[in-house]
């Protein structure tokens, strides 16, 4: 198993180019340790759309990808949103309160406490109740809140300019069964959401998408207690995809 990163990240910074070319430089790390398929393809959330175009490069490229699993995120398309300062105000307090869940901290922070304030008074007191809590260190600033928004923003736009397209194979696709925190940041999303299951990827997909349920919120289920079951759930889906290849090759 191999992990992939942005290969900015470890510089502070972030690729800002189109999700193909993102998924064209991950391409070529895997295929320099495992020149040919068959590839097992996990992404989470940015990540999954990412997943998705490697496994359409892949694919066209005559490479078999037994196993594309896309964890908790909607598909190309599915969505849209336009910045707003009230909906940047959501948006901090959301990402306050996901840092705390994923350090298993409560964070007491509602976007209507930032209503009224400039985004740099508002950036602030996100950033003294994240200190309140150890969230943070003591030298973070409004700035540091700040850039991450943007960050969040550009992430958005390169998932809103990407198309995607339509794809030969199953996905597999693993929910987050809480919703409460997305809830307050994205309520009509969160409808149209449990309105369809497979958030999109059945209208790129030729064959039906497969959806697994895992317990959590879209920032826990890869910690603990979540990630066991989801770590299984995988699991399963990775023997299956296994047994169907060597089925295959000696049909």
């Not at 109740?129 to 700035?143: C, E, F, M, T």
């Not at 928004?149 to 998932?159: A, G, S, T």
């Amino acid at each position: 198993m191999f992990g992939l990163q942005d290969p900015l990240y470890p510089s502070g910074g972030s690729s800002d180019g189109p999700i193909e070319d993102m998924a064209a430089v991950y391409v070529a790390a895997i295929r320099s340790v495992q020149p040919h398929g068959p590839y097992h393809l996990l992404g989470w959330c940015f990540g999954g759309k990412i997943a998705f175009e490697m496994a359409c490069q892949l694919r066209a490229a005559g490479e078999e990808v037994a196993l594309l699993a896309v964890l908790d995120a909607t598909a190309p398309g599915f969505h849209t949103l336009h910045r707003t300062e009230a909906l940047d105000r959501r948006i901090l307090a959301g990402l306050a309160r996901e840092l705390g869940e994923r350090r298993n901290v409560t964070v007491e922070l509602v976007s209507d406490e930032l209503a009224g304030l400039s985004m740099d008074a508002a950036c602030g007191l996100v950033v003294e109740r994240l200190k309140a809590v150890g969230l943070v260190r003591a030298d973070h600033g409004a700035s540091d809140m700040n850039r991450a928004l943007e960050h969040w923003w550009l992430r958005i736009r390169q998932q809103q300019d990407y198309q995607g397209r339509s794809y030969p194979g199953r996905i597999t696709l693993f929910l987050a069964t809480g919703e409460e925190q997305y809830e307050q940041v994205f309520p009509e999303l969160m409808e149209k959401g449990r309105c369809h299951r497979a958030k999109g990827w059945d209208l790129l997909s030729t064959e039906t998408v497969e959806v697994h349920d895992v317990p959590g919120q879209h920032a826990t289920i890869g910690s603990e207690p979540h990630v066991q079951i989801l770590a299984a759930r995988v699991a399963d889906c990775l023997t299956r995809a296994r047994a169907e290849h060597a089925a295959t090759i000696n049909a």
